[in-house]
């Protein structure tokens, strides 16, 4: 989707290092969410945000922390990565209740 | 927490009509319902959204009994190109907590 861009689009990481993946949107939405996706399953929420300055966790946060300091950005930061972090993460912006959400092209992340 | 319950796969024909039937027992008054369409390596795409009734768009229909537990997304004369997961979506916690559940594989035969 053109409104939301995630940085990077694969990476490939050892277990123990840190990273950051950025999830941008030009669209002015207030709620961002961070969702992984593994083989074959559904996507699952790793963090949310309701609007800058706020984060909350949802269905799978261990491991994970997010940061909202600006509107238009989403944090999502791996602090000590583990191979079954191994996932597609997937970022999504809505206006909020009952509003149709627009998703990212995905990260691709390897840990080894 | 609203869960969703839907068929794992289900195979059709290009020209059918699909019907994915999707059960939401634990829906809440507030709870919108929403279907997502997922492409290999690409992000789920929004379909329709509806409250209760029959919602219909360019793309697909939307049917919602009046006790809302659960929701029946149709799409007509499917092709080769609505091979895809279709997810259904129900809002948790005001909506904003989204929760998906594993989705419906759809294949399409010519």
């Known amino acids: 989707n053109a409104g939301v861009t995630q940085t990077p689009k694969f990476r490939v990481l050892k277990t123990g290092q840190s990273m950051t993946l950025l999830c941008a949107q030009d669209?002015?939405?207030?709620?961002m969410y961070w969702y992984r996706q593994d083989p074959g399953m559904g996507l699952r929420l790793i963090h949310y945000?309701?609007?800058?300055?706020?984060?909350a966790k949802g269905e799978v946060p261990d491991g994970y922390n997010v940061s909202r300091l600006k509107k238009q950005n989403f944090l999502l930061g791996l602090e000590s990565a583990a191979p079954s972090q191994t996932s597609v993460y997937f970022c999504?912006?809505?206006?909020?209740?009952?509003?149709?959400?627009?998703f990212g092209q995905g990260t691709r992340l390897t840990v080894v | 927490l609203a869960k969703t319950t839907q068929p794992i796969s289900m195979d059709s024909y290009e020209g059918q009509e699909v019907n994915i039937t999707c059960s939401h027992n634990?829906?809440?008054?507030?709870?919108?319902i929403t279907w997502y369409q997922q492409f290999p390596s690409q992000g789920p795409r929004f379909i329709i959204q509806?409250?209760?009734t029959k919602v219909t768009n360019e793309v697909a229909s939307l049917f919602i009994p009046a006790d809302r537990k659960s929701s029946t997304l149709s799409l007509p004369r499917v092709s080769l190109s609505d091979t895809a997961v279709y997810y259904c979506?129900?809002?948790?916690?005001?909506?904003?907590?989204?929760?998906f559940g594993a989705g419906t594989r759809l294949f399409v035969k010519a």
């Open positions: 945000s309701v609007g800058e300055g706020t984060t």
């Open positions: 979506l129900v809002g948790v916690d005001g909506g904003f907590k989204t929760i």
């Open positions: 509806g409250y209760k």
């Open positions: 999504a912006v809505n206006e909020g209740v009952g509003t149709e959400a627009f």
């Open positions: 669209m002015n939405h207030e709620y």
């Open positions: 634990n829906i809440a008054t507030n709870d919108y």
